[in-house]
């Protein structure tokens, strides 16, 4: 072994570690956390016993926030923050990945890093967007040398080329200075571009004081911008609004739409990711297009009580438009749970959740998301169950799969709902009420689901799990993925992640489906209303060693209606 690796090992060896929960802002890390002794420390060599199989990754190193995804002459493009150099955040470029499926993918060279005085300190992130003139431009966050934070924008250098491999960043950049009144080291991630009315529009990130704010802009030629007299939308007490999202969703279907379309027959949907608690929120609502404001329907709430595309580890997430099925798109960034000298050790860090099909739920008041279709091409040995009974205290393995690195799609029906555990109206922070009535304390009707990732005694396992409760007029549907038993190893942020599922019970049926991939359980509750992403690393639990239980722990059986567990294979991920 060269000198020099082994000199980098003694120092991650006697490395003082710092406090977790400070180190990961609340145990989700944080994209611009700097850790100069370790973000050009080069892994010795690459762990994989918690690398996932159909997740989008690297080879190695660390990557972030999702960049101008895009679908341009049949072939889909995917940037994102990436240190070329380390498993931490720092030397960041854009890296750049090409597919025809979004499954399978081929790893570029990087199509932007820092070169240029208006982004010498950095490329941060941005939004593609295809003119009609069937030209794709890149608008991105750069940092010059007073540590502004500037938008640039960048063109392919040969629009033959099917890859796009190489960018250009023009001359003229930057394209948006932080005015008088804008806090320059708070104004960033423009958003894809939408026309109307003669004139290109887009969003920029910041926030004035404590209150989180998305910054219009308009520009009839994409070059020159200017700032509209009041924001898209604010709202106080937020913080930093990163990575805005800003699109159309349809009232009734599960058809996409370009950026452009306005109208009375769709909503629109305003999506921030909030950097106090590294979480992303939205609201659906009307776009005033005659005035450029947005208005959250009272359905909605801005900010930390609001909806979230997740409710785990899920942060920075960008959509785009797919013409070639008509959908909208969502990527999002799933950040790690242990500890930056853990990362360090496996020489990566960060991976994108699978990506998603997002619609407007028929109730008008949520989004609903669905894994791609293209995902299915990935199953393989399958078993199916039907009209199985789980009685209290009953957990049954389901044989024959790979349970390390599956896909599980499971209906449950309950028989009676009479005897379903009053609510409690004070329990508005579905979190602490799923740590507080975890996947052991027996409820009546549930706590029941699956037992994800457990070691054969169960010693390690993450259950992802319903329990119901009876209001004074309807039922609530509490959604849980607990990673408290996850692993065996300590110092681990191990949550119990949760979020209500809006869901009428009328047929007594619940669905969920869940993505089982090493590290990384990614559930979707009731088709896809209530989805949660966690990472875990079990000792335990790991490969061939790894186990996939049904359960109930609830005083009231529960059916199995229908089980479909697939083993998934490995598609080609970047090498």
């Avoid at 240029?116 to 967007?129: L, P, Y």
């Avoid at 802009?217 to 609004?241: E, Q, V």
């Avoid at 930390?304 to 920075?316: E, K, P």
């Avoid at 438009?321 to 853990?342: C, H, M, Q, Y």
């Amino acid at each position: 072994m060269e000198v020099t690796k082994l000199l980098s090992l003694c120092i991650l060896i006697t490395f003082l570690c710092v406090d977790i929960i400070n180190l990961n802002n609340g145990g989700v890390q944080a994209s611009h956390k700097v850790f100069p002794q370790f973000q050009s420390l080069t892994a010795v060599s690459i762990r994989q016993i918690h690398r996932t199989g159909y997740h989008f990754q690297p080879p190695k190193n660390w990557i972030n926030d999702p960049n101008a995804p895009m679908y341009y002459n049949g072939i889909y493009h995917f940037f994102y923050q990436y240190n070329p150099k380390g498993a931490v955040w720092g030397n960041i470029v854009w890296a750049h990945s090409v597919s025809k499926d979004m499954i399978n993918w081929e790893a570029l060279e990087p199509a932007l890093y820092p070169s240029q005085h208006f982004d010498i300190n950095g490329c941060w992130s941005g939004s593609a967007t295809v003119l009609p003139s069937n030209k794709p431009i890149i608008l991105y966050t750069g940092l010059d040398p007073k540590d502004r934070q500037i938008q640039n924008y960048a063109v392919p250098a040969n629009l033959s080329d099917p890859y796009l491999r190489k960018w250009i960043k023009p001359g003229n950049n930057p394209v948006v200075d932080p005015e008088q009144g804008v806090n320059a080291s708070a104004f960033r991630d423009p958003t894809t571009a939408w026309w109307l009315n003669g004139h290109w529009r887009m969003l920029v990130g910041s926030k004035r004081s404590h209150r989180g704010v998305a910054y219009l802009y308009r520009s009839r030629d994409f070059i020159y911008w200017t700032k509209a007299k009041h924001p898209l939308h604010s709202a106080p007490h937020t913080g930093m609004w990163e990575c805005p999202d800003f699109y159309p969703v349809l009232l009734s279907g599960k058809e996409g739409l370009d950026l452009s379309v306005v109208g009375k027959h769709v909503k629109h949907v305003l999506k921030v990711s909030l950097d106090v608690t590294r979480y992303d929120y939205y609201t659906v609502g009307t776009y005033l297009s005659d005035k450029d404001r947005y208005v959250p329907d009272n359905t909605s709430v801005d900010g930390w009580a609001g909806l979230r595309y997740d409710y785990g580890n899920f942060y920075a997430s960008k959509t785009f438009f797919d013409p070639a099925k008509k959908r909208r798109i969502l990527w999002g960034w799933v950040n790690e749970s242990d500890t930056t000298e853990d990362d360090v050790k496996k020489g990566w860090a960060g991976l994108q959740a699978i990506p998603r099909t997002v619609w407007l739920d028929p109730n008008q008041r949520q989004l609903m998301q669905w894994p791609i279709e293209e995902l299915e091409t990935l199953r393989g040995k399958t078993v199916k169950w039907s009209h199985r009974q789980l009685k209290t205290g009953e957990h049954i393995e389901v044989k024959g799969i790979t349970a390390a690195q599956a896909d599980v799609d499971v209906i449950f029906h309950i028989p009676s709902l009479d005897k379903a555990e009053p609510f409690d109206h004070s329990w508005t922070d579905a979190q602490e009420l799923c740590a507080r009535k975890g996947s052991k304390v027996k409820g009546e009707v549930g706590p029941f689901g699956l037992l994800t990732l457990a070691s054969k005694n169960l010693e390690e396992y993450t259950p992802v799990f319903f329990r119901v409760f009876q209001a004074s007029k309807k039922h609530v549907v509490l959604l849980c993925s607990d990673a408290r038993s996850s692993s065996l190893k300590d110092g681990l942020y191990k949550p119990s992640f949760a979020g209500f599922v809006d869901v009428d019970l009328a047929d007594k049926k619940l669905s969920l489906r869940t993505l089982i991939d090493h590290s990384v359980v990614e559930s979707f509750g009731a088709g896809g209303k209530t989805c949660i992403t966690s990472r875990v690393y079990p000792t335990l639990a790991v490969l061939d060693n790894a186990h996939l239980y049904a359960f109930n722990h609830g005083t009231e059986t529960i059916n199995v209606e229908n089980l479909n567990a697939w083993s998934m294979r490995k598609p080609r991920m970047n090498t």
